[in-house]
């Protein structure tokens, strides 16, 4: 028997801009919806046409732009406005020239907010929604009804919010999408709320929920709306939203499809999960939460040892799921509290040959250097540089003789940071000095400058961030100090580490070890 299917609405382009700190471009948004079409949602709501100059032109562009091969773009509105007429009325005009197929519009289901908020009757608040719905379906829309503030209005007053149901049905609406706007509802409630409703609706129209996650409970409200009846789901991309964020797609999803057995994507495209998390987040510029349930890069990785002995005999020992199925992977994270299994794995997924007695040494360095500091979950390279040294290998690119920074005050009050190193490069002494706009700068300058003639390969890596963390402050400035350097070369990126209680000293280090590692990587290549 085939498997039930639970629609798929993401709200990412217009509720998920909602959340403090994020913007988009249309551009963006045309990218986001492009990622979404492909990751093969069911909807797609764009927006609200006519409410800003950027959905306009959102719309408009999508209109001849967008290339949707699996998901239905939505225009978002609101029903007419209280004692209006639906022929002249500015919002439903929008939604019908938005040129989408289908249309979600709001209604209020919340006795309080008709009164209060909308200043009018009971019986004007179900007509609003009775005209706004047969409106839009005459002119061939297929209508979707957010019934905001359901499960408040259902506990206030229940015979107003199903009187609204009603109206919505009758009028031709498709779906019912049963709103909890504030945030506020848990798991038991929902489930009852909408058990009533599908009782009352019988079938006439598709039953929604659409949750946000004031209590943290909105995934868990979503998925009790589906045990309840409930066969479309609404969510962003990453949770994003207004507040504390709706239902994340990206954890509900696959708890359905996966947990509970419904069908919520095409076939093969689940597994396109975490790679379209990951882009959207990219585009927002809003780093995922790595420890996000299935696509965070936490999500499958192994630290304690015992875990990852287990792991190593049997994979499903620790993971409640393959990752692959999502588009994630297993990781293996080494520090003080690894045991032998994770230090054999790690070497072999990074293609070393490591005995006995290397991975003890590697063991053993771990639990001395990050007892002074070290951390090296957050620096893969100065890591993998460490299990290399514990072979027996040695970087044989450059040696240093020496290094010196210098900071001027000049008469005008500008500092100015000269740094001289002097390097072995085989057999020949190079000493460069060189200018930066700090002392981090300045050494890196004039060590490229004094490898770059026999590694031009060095003109590819480049530092992307820079970051400092006093782990004592209680010894003010004679704190130690962790430096972690990020480097890409535009192929792959990659972090390494320095520790000590000169911050000179533990950025050089960290500097040392990433061109190190750069230069390893393109002697890989080729």
């Keep these: 028997m085939a498997a039930e299917t639970v629609e798929v609405f993401d709200t990412t382009l217009r509720d998920g801009m909602q959340v403090e700190g994020v913007s988009a471009t249309v551009a963006d948004k045309l990218r986001i919806a492009e990622q979404l079409d492909h990751l093969g949602v069911h909807f797609i709501e764009g927006g609200w046409p006519g409410a800003n100059p950027k959905d306009v ?143 009352h609706v019988r079938g006439d129209a598709t039953i929604g929920i659409h949750c946000h996650d004031d209590t943290g409970c909105a995934v868990a409200n979503s998925l009790a709306a589906v045990r309840a009846g409930a066969r479309h789901v609404q969510g962003t991309l990453n949770g994003l939203g207004e507040r504390t964020g709706n239902t994340n797609l990206t954890t509900v999803i696959p708890n359905l499809q996966l947990k509970m057995g419904f069908d919520c994507l095409p076939e093969g495209r689940l597994e396109r999960l975490t790679s379209v998390s990951n882009h959207v987040a990219e585009v927002l510029n809003r780093p995922l939460n790595p420890q996000a349930p299935y696509v965070g890069s936490s999500a499958f990785a192994h630290k304690a040892g015992l875990h990852v002995s287990a792991i190593a005999r049997a994979k499903d020992a620790y993971e409640h799921v393959a990752p692959e199925q999502v588009g994630n992977g297993t990781r293996f994270l080494v520090s003080e509290m690894a045991g032998r299994a994770t230090i054999s794995m790690k070497a072999e997924e990074l293609g070393l040959s490591m005995d006995g007695a290397a991975v003890g040494q590697v063991i053993d360095d771990l639990k001395r250097l990050e007892h002074d500091g070290y951390h090296f979950e957050a620096a893969d390279a100065s890591l993998e540089l460490l299990m290399r040294r514990a072979t027996g290998w040695q970087q044989g690119f450059f040696s240093v003789e020496s290094m010196r920074v210098i900071t001027d005050e000049t008469s005008g009050g500008e500092f100015v940071t000269e740094a001289t190193v002097k390097v072995w490069v085989g057999d020949r002494r190079e000493v460069r000095t060189a200018e930066g706009n700090g002392p981090v700068n300045a050494i890196d300058r004039a060590l490229r400058d004094a490898l770059v003639g026999a590694y031009p390969a060095l003109s590819r890596v480049h530092l992307t961030d820079y970051k400092v963390r006093i782990l004592d402050s209680s010894s003010a400035t004679g704190a130690v100090t962790r430096v972690l350097l990020d480097a890409s070369d535009g192929e792959s990126s990659w972090t390494t580490i320095g520790v000590s209680s000169n911050i000179i000293e533990a950025s050089w280090h960290a500097l040392e070890e990433s061109l190190v590692y750069g230069l390893l990587r393109a002697q890989r290549r080729n």
């Excluded at 907010?113 to 409106?135: I, K, N, P, W, Y």
Aim: hydrophobic share 45%; charged share 20%; proline share 2%.
């Design 57 to 199: 032109e959102f719309f408009a562009r999508a209109a001849t732009e967008l290339r949707l091969g699996t998901s239905v773009l939505v225009a978002f509105g609101s029903t007419r406005r209280p004692m209006g007429k639906v022929d002249d009325d500015a919002t439903l005009r929008n939604l019908v020239e938005a040129g989408t197929s289908a249309v979600c519009i709001v209604a209020k289901s919340w006795d309080y907010h008709v009164e209060q908020a909308l200043q009018t009757t009971l019986d004007e608040g179900v007509a609003m929604v009775d005209d706004s719905v047969r409106f839009l379906a005459a002119n061939g829309k297929r209508v979707l009804v957010d019934l905001e503030h359901f499960f408040d209005g259902f506990a206030h007053n229940p015979e107003f919010a199903l009187r609204v149901v009603e109206s919505a049905v009758q009028a031709g609406a498709s779906h019912l999408v049963l709103c909890d706007t504030n945030g506020g509802s848990l798991p038991h409630h929902v489930e009852e709320v909408v058990a009533a409703v599908a009782r």
